[in-house]
């Protein structure tokens, strides 16, 4: 038998090379380089003739578009981040870590489908049918009409499925497992993953079928294997929490049918995914009230307001580098906003470690959570705790000076529906919408602004270890 020309594909990106190498040149991973044969490196097929191209007419661009059909799943913080529901024929990818709750998700969305009378089919690759079933059973959705089966012949779940009429809604649970006779590598490879994902995605365009393709992720957070669906399908879900917390969060991470800032808030109980309508309750209902270092932060997600409470530690370093660490946040904004204190509010952190946490396993990407991480830092730094009633929300420039953020008084609005008095706010910008959420706003022009009045509470509270103790001058005002 002669050997086929071997091709070696890159099993974090899907980079193709002919020869193995230690080092995938297109993602500068080592070690990810392997022989899978693909079949697709021949690009004649022998015995089969080249066949000539087929005709079509183009269209002009404006013409007649309806708007996709959506098929709600009936569970609100699902449909939020697809963008109303399902489409038709379209293919979702669903990506989170192993026992994050995806297969509690996806068996809880097809139950809730099929009690409302449409066709749902989940195709298991990972457990096998009593173990679905028990699942089921422990949330109370056993009667519902999902059609389950434990498979991972791509070609024979598209057999079965094409025989009647086809299904409304498809899970596959997980693409991983999936395998399709069309290409020649080993189950479980990209080469595999990416073929298995091209065969489903051409049967969700020839049915109508909305698919939802589970996909595990890494610990760095990137999809594998799945990696080189994601371009392929319309939309990639991530699914995201701390293995310890209840929370878990669906964020979009593209989607060609809606909008990718809007989150879903649930709670993992012993009863499945609960919704949670209100995630600003959630996320400060263990507060620490009182304690210095923590400061609550009136962010927006997607179209939604939500409070977080931002931690902070600083502590003098035993170590001859300080430790930097940040948990949700973006560690080179917090860099920046350690420098713009030391530059232009005379707090020297050199000494110091700093820790920088979100509460709740939340991930934060808003520039407006600067001011709230810097009240933090400096609380802590100064052990001066910050009013419990107060929220913070501003961008820091690098000069210092605290700018506008965007949506102010929905964040405002907010605060005050979950009994907040005061707003630590950007003093530019307009600030009279903010006024009628009816809380006392404290504008502040700078940073130093709020470093001298964090200074003034611990120096009434009788703090110790004070920003003016000494060693650290004030260039406050
Ligand atoms: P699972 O959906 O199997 O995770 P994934 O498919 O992402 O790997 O969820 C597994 C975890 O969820 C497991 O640790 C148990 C927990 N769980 C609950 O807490 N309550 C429940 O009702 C269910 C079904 C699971
Ligand atoms: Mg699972």
Redesign the pocket.
């Known amino acids: 038998m002669s050997r086929r020309e071997a091709s070696f594909v890159c099993q974090n990106c899907g980079a193709a090379y002919g020869r193995w190498q230690g080092k995938c040149d297109a993602c500068g991973e080592w070690n990810t380089i392997a022989d899978e044969n693909t079949g697709i490196a021949s690009p004649r097929v022998p015995g089969r003739r080249p066949r000539k191209g087929r005709l079509f007419a183009l269209e002009p661009l404006s013409g007649e578009a309806r708007e996709a059909p959506r098929l709600g799943s009936g569970i609100a913080e699902f449909d939020r981040v697809t963008g109303g529901g399902f489409v038709r024929g379209s293919v979702l990818l669903l990506g ?10 996806l068996i809880q969305v097809a139950a809730t489908l099929a009690t409302a009378g449409h066709s749902t089919v989940y195709i298991s690759g990972e457990e096998a049918i009593a173990q679905v079933r028990l ?1 089921a059973d ?2 109370g959705l056993a009667k519902a009409a999902v059609g389950l089966a434990a498979e991972t012949s791509v070609e024979d779940i598209i057999a079965t499925l094409a025989e009647k009429k086809p299904p409304r809604l498809l899970v596959i ?1 997980s693409i991983q497992t999936m395998w399709t006779d069309a290409v020649e590598a080993a189950p479980g490879t990209v080469t595999q993953v990416r073929g298995s994902a091209q065969a489903l995605i051409r049967f969700a365009k020839a049915s109508g079928a909305a698919i939802i393709l ?1 996909g ?1 992720v890494t610990k760095d957070g990137q999809i594998a294997g799945p990696r080189v669906v994601e371009h392929m399908v319309d939309a990639v879900l991530s ?1 995201e929490g701390e293995g310890s917390q209840q929370f878990r969060i669906l964020r979009a991470v593209k989607n060609r049918f809606g909008p990718t800032d809007e989150i879903g808030v649930f709670e ?5 995914l609960r919704e949670i309508a209100n995630p600003s309750e959630l996320f400060l209902s263990e507060r620490d009230l009182g304690s210095p270092g923590t400061a609550v932060f009136a962010g927006i997600e997607g179209s939604r307001p939500l409070l977080v409470e931002i931690q902070a530690l600083v502590a003098p370093t035993s170590l001859g580098t300080p430790r930097r660490a940040v948990v949700g946040w973006d560690q080179s904004r917090l860099s920046m906003i350690l420098a713009v204190l030391e530059a232009h509010c005379g707090i020297r952190l050199s000494g110091h470690d700093v820790y920088l946490n979100i509460a709740g396993g939340l991930r934060i990407q808003e520039p407006a959570a600067d001011l709230a991480a810097a009240a933090a830092l400096v609380s802590s730094f100064a052990n001066a705790p910050l009013p419990p009633d107060a929220v913070y929300f501003g961008e820091i420039s690098l000069s210092g000076a605290i700018r506008p953020v965007a949506q102010a008084a929905t964040r405002a609005k907010e605060a005050q529906k979950l009994g907040f008095h005061r707003a630590i706010i950007p003093e530019a910008g307009n600030n009279d919408a903010c006024g009628d959420a009816g809380l006392t706003l404290e504008p502040v022009g700078s940073l130093a602004r709020l470093v001298a009045s964090i200074a003034n509470r611990s120096k009434q509270d009788g703090a110790h270890r004070g920003i003016e103790a000494g060693r650290h001058t004030m260039r406050a005002g």
Do not use: Q
């Open positions: 989170g870590e192993p026992g994050i709750g995806k297969s509690t998700l699942r422990r949330l649970d589970v595990h699914f993992m109980t012993g009863l499945g």
